[in-house]
DNA sequence: TTCTCATGTCGAAAAATATCGACTATTTTG
DNA sequence: CAAAATAGTCGATATTTTTCGACATGAGAA
């Protein structure tokens, strides 16, 4: 029994902690899978295909940036988010990497 | 731009949610880390491993196994949990390949 | 410049979650 | 059987998160 994490948990696990708690929360999962692959969508585009207020998609946005699942990138007016798939798939396989090897 | 998910998800995504709802939670992270390689430990050991009330441990192994990242067993008046390393890792998985699908 | 559109932010209210002590049930020990 | 040990449950409280309307900002259009 490792009693080391009972208070701290490295940095590096705390990211995943975020990453986690990003995707554990359905109206973000509604978010990620509206986007089509490769797709580019503004705010006012994820607000029309929600249920939500335009400022709660904002704030659910915002979270899934601050884990790293979005990318977000302004243009003109606009602001515009894409899916990172790559990024997410490769920490993904990170942890999977790490439950293999203490399986 | 998907609008099928605006309102609805799959049951089989919703299962997803709850696993990364259960992960991406620091206290249950630490209790996760605790455990050392198919190791077994019960609601005492894991207690004492914490900084957190009983019933508070014992709140967090519930949702833990409702996600299917732990396994419940119990042995006489003793509960034992032990981590379901290969599961999670198919789970981990199933996403990274729809994720690389739809890249 | 003035107006409009696209977003972000802020504060308050609502909803969900976490936390704990007290109590209960069950099993083993003396 | 009585006492101790192990763990689940319940109800209340504390904390966190979600949600929205109102306001602020900044960029393009008229």
């Not at 899916?83 to 090897?101: H, K, M, N, P, S």
Request: with cysteine.
């Amino acid at each position: 029994m490792r009693k080391t994490y009972a208070q701290t948990i490295p940095a590096e696990w705390q990211q995943y902690s975020q990453l986690f708690a990003a995707l554990g929360d359905l109206e973000r999962q509604r978010i990620l899978l509206t986007f089509e692959p490769g797709e580019t969508l503004n705010v006012t585009d994820l607000t029309r295909a929600s249920s939500l207020s335009r400022p709660t998609v904002s704030h659910h946005l915002k979270l899934l940036c601050e884990a790293g699942v979005l990318e977000r990138e302004k243009r003109g007016r606009e602001v515009h988010f894409r899916l990172r798939a790559d990024a997410l798939i490769e920490r993904l396989q990170t942890v999977i990497d790490y439950l293999g090897e203490h399986r």
